[in-house]
């Protein structure tokens, strides 16, 4: 008898979920506002001259000028991919991020996260992280199965951010773009739907404000409540 032949898994009770839209995605912490010139540029451009080391692995920048930052808000604000967001830190009362969506896949039930730069003031903050959940909540609450991370991989600290957010690792594509003018290797990075459940429970454990002593610090760390979630890590951060 010729052997059967292994197919696909059928995908039942799914249907294609919504692109972005105007939401606002709010938690405790950070609140996130579809990206406007006139409404986010000037302070998300202060926030950003502190460092311009922020912006070596994006495509884009520095922006010495203020003028010129708010021309290129104005250039992809209201586009639908990449769809991106400001971010607010609640505690602060400062605009001092985005973040987007993008290579935005309905049909495929696939999403991505990218173009993060968080202004230093930002970074390693309970509203960088609670940013990152919101985005991640949304889309799987969408109905997306799939949700992305690539970067630079040169990019050790994205790397290691992924894998904190409980991104599996998913391998290295050589030679995969020219960025300003040098060889961009990409790293990738996935989590699914199954996965969703507990990767949730973590944030929510990681962000409570149980987990934090008086002077701020965490008692339990994001990526120790992520890693039995985590199907695979990467190679590179272990060396």
Same mark, same amino acid.
Request: some cysteine.
């Given at each position: 008898?010729?052997?059967?032949?292994?197919?696909?898994?059928?995908? #039942?009770?799914?249907?294609?979920?919504?692109?972005?839209?105007? $939401?606002?995605?709010?938690?405790?912490?950070?609140?996130?506002?579809?990206?406007?010139?006139?409404?986010?540029?000037?302070?998300? +451009?202060?926030?950003?001259?502190?460092?311009?080391?922020? /912006?070596?692995?994006?495509?884009?920048?520095? =922006?010495?000028?203020?003028?010129?930052?708010?021309?290129?808000?104005?250039?992809?604000?209201?586009?639908?991919?990449?769809?991106? !967001?400001?971010?607010?830190?609640?505690?602060?009362?400062? /605009?001092?991020?985005?973040?987007?969506?993008?290579?935005?896949?309905?049909?495929?039930?696939?999403?991505?996260?990218? +173009?993060?730069? =968080? %202004?230093?003031?930002?970074?390693? #903050?309970?509203?960088?992280?609670?940013?990152?959940?919101?985005?991640?909540?949304?889309?799987?609450?969408?109905?997306?199965?799939? !949700?992305?991370?690539?970067?630079?991989?040169?990019?050790?600290?994205?790397?290691?951010?992924?894998?904190?957010?409980? =991104?599996?690792?998913?391998? @290295?594509?050589?030679?995969?773009?020219?960025?300003?003018?040098?060889?961009?290797?990409?790293?990738? =990075? %996935?989590?699914?739907?199954?996965?969703?459940? %507990?990767?949730?429970?973590?944030?929510? #454990? /990681?962000?409570?404000?149980?987990?934090?002593?008086?002077?701020?610090? $965490?008692?339990?760390?994001?990526?120790?409540?992520?890693?039995? @979630?985590? @199907?695979?890590?990467?190679?590179?951060?272990? #060396?």
């Amino acid at each position: 008898m010729p052997k059967l032949r292994k197919i696909d898994e059928p995908v #039942t009770n799914w249907s294609s979920p919504p692109r972005p839209g105007d $939401q606002v995605l709010e938690g405790q912490y950070a609140i996130l506002e579809p990206l406007s010139a006139t409404r986010h540029g000037a302070a998300i +451009h202060r926030a950003n001259a502190v460092s311009d080391t922020i /912006w070596d692995y994006l495509p884009y920048g520095p =922006f010495a000028l203020e003028a010129d930052y708010v021309s290129w808000v104005k250039e992809i604000e209201g586009k639908e991919d990449p769809f991106f !967001y400001a971010i607010k830190d609640k505690t602060t009362g400062k /605009w001092c991020g985005i973040a987007s969506y993008l290579r935005i896949s309905p049909e495929a039930g696939s999403i991505e996260v990218g +173009h993060i730069n =968080f %202004a230093p003031e930002l970074q390693k #903050t309970r509203a960088a992280t609670e940013a990152m959940y919101l985005m991640m909540l949304w889309a799987f609450e969408a109905g997306y199965r799939r !949700y992305e991370w690539k970067c630079n991989a040169a990019n050790l600290g994205s790397r290691r951010a992924a894998e904190r957010l409980g =991104f599996s690792y998913e391998g @290295v594509f050589r030679q995969a773009a020219v960025i300003k003018g040098r060889n961009r290797d990409t790293a990738w =990075f %996935a989590c699914i739907d199954s996965e969703w459940p %507990a990767l949730k429970s973590a944030f929510l #454990t /990681w962000l409570s404000s149980e987990n934090f002593t008086p002077d701020g610090t $965490q008692i339990v760390n994001l990526s120790g409540l992520s890693r039995p @979630v985590r @199907v695979s890590e990467d190679p590179v951060l272990k #060396t």
